[in-house]
């Protein structure tokens, strides 16, 4: 497997959005994706009902470990306009159109690979280039790299950072 890279600066995060313009579904996947700490077999088992709160509540497939996160403004914002006023509570987010079930994580890496390819950006992208945006724009903006290892299950500041690309800078 190729280890992708971090979306590092913020233009970069804004034309990721203009190329899923248009693409309600998706847009919301990548929204979601940098603004949280979850995987993307979990962003993937999301449901309409579970953003009814202020907090994300779940269990890591990974882990198994419980897990919960303050929805931020950004995830609110995009969910209300986003989300297809249709939706039920047990709606997937991200539904495939081969049944009742979400979208696969082979068809995520795809919407988001054709996305970066249509933003221009050159670096190496996959689904968990989402966690790990997510967790370069969090050290960036101060938050505590103790902190940010205990979100991101690590066992040391050093993997954190070898995980967001910074001993490379």
Do not use: C
Not at 3 to 30: C, H, S, T, Y
Not at 116 to 136: E, Q, S, V, W
């Amino acid at each position: 497997m190729n280890e992708v890279q971090p979306i590092k600066n913020k233009r970069d995060i804004n034309k990721m959005k203009k190329a899923l313009a248009g693409r309600p579904r998706d847009l919301l996947l990548f929204i979601i994706g940098i603004n949280t700490s979850l995987r993307i077999s979990d962003i993937l088992s999301l449901k309409a009902g579970d953003f009814d709160g202020d907090y994300l509540i779940l269990r890591e497939k990974k882990t198994g470990k419980r897990k919960q996160i303050r929805i931020n403004k950004a995830i609110k914002q995009a969910v209300k306009e986003l989300l297809p006023a249709d939706s039920k509570p047990d709606s997937w987010l991200f539904p495939s159109r081969k049944g009742d079930a979400p979208i696969s994580r082979v068809q995520a890496w795809r919407i988001l690979n054709d996305a970066a390819k249509r933003a221009g950006l050159d670096i190496a992208f996959g689904t968990h280039t989402l966690r790990k945006t997510f967790a370069y724009q969090a050290y960036k903006k101060g938050v505590d790299l103790a902190l940010l290892m205990r979100v991101l299950n690590h066992g040391s500041q050093r993997e954190t950072l070898r995980y967001i690309g910074i001993e490379q800078e």
